[in-house]
């Protein structure tokens, strides 16, 4: 199944009568947890990023476990949507879904909005069923903060420090429909690789 957000006209109705099972909120002490420096590659340039540890330590955790072992090396930004995101980490080129691992409980009760510039988790319906797919947000989408239309809204683990120009040039190519999914950038912008700072 894909992972998507909704568009910004479809939210009302994506998230209407919705339900899901009890938001998980592990948390570890701040003092333990120190911000992850992330650097991503693209065909458009880098993309510097900032990971917030102490305040979404399973979906950092999560993230920094799929850029380590190469997940995402090679992916594309499959959905992009001027005026509202981004979105990679979960198709090929030739858009394939590529395997994921099992899926992380939501943290989008941390504090962190889905503010310009921000990194969040894709998910279903579910709550529950972040995986690999993560999006940036190009401008302010209060819209997807907890709770949002569903109750949970959409967890928000980092943000961007340096290459939101980079953002900002990927949503603005122009897009055609593959199948099924929609807003799929004509030319193929890859995700060369994605690595930690150490």
Do not use: W
Request: overall charge positive; glycine content about 8%; aromatic content about 8%.
């Amino acid at each position: 199944m894909k992972t998507r957000i909704p568009t910004l006209a479809a939210l009302v109705l994506a998230f209407a009568g919705l339900t899901g099972i009890n938001q998980a909120q592990e948390t570890q002490p701040v003092s333990e947890a120190k911000a992850v420096k992330i650097v991503m590659e693209t065909t458009k340039g880098a993309i510097e990023l900032e990971l917030d540890a102490a305040k979404a330590p399973i979906t950092v955790e999560n993230f920094v476990k799929y850029a380590k072992k190469g997940h995402y090396d090679g992916l594309i930004f499959h959905r992009v949507i001027p005026g509202f995101m981004i979105q990679g980490g979960g198709f090929t080129p030739d858009m394939n879904q590529k395997a994921t691992d099992a899926p992380i409980s939501i943290e989008s009760k941390n504090g962190l909005k889905n503010a310009r510039g921000t990194i969040a988790m894709a998910r279903t319906s579910n709550p529950n069923s972040a995986t690999s797919q993560f999006f940036i947000n190009v401008k302010d989408n209060a819209n997807l903060d907890y709770p949002s239309f569903d109750g949970y809204g959409y967890a928000v683990f980092g943000k961007v420090t340096k290459g939101l120009e980079i953002c900002d040039a990927i949503v603005s190519v122009p897009t055609k429909q593959v199948g099924p999914h929609g807003d799929v950038p004509v030319e193929p912008i890859l995700i060369k690789s994605v690595k930690v700072a150490e």
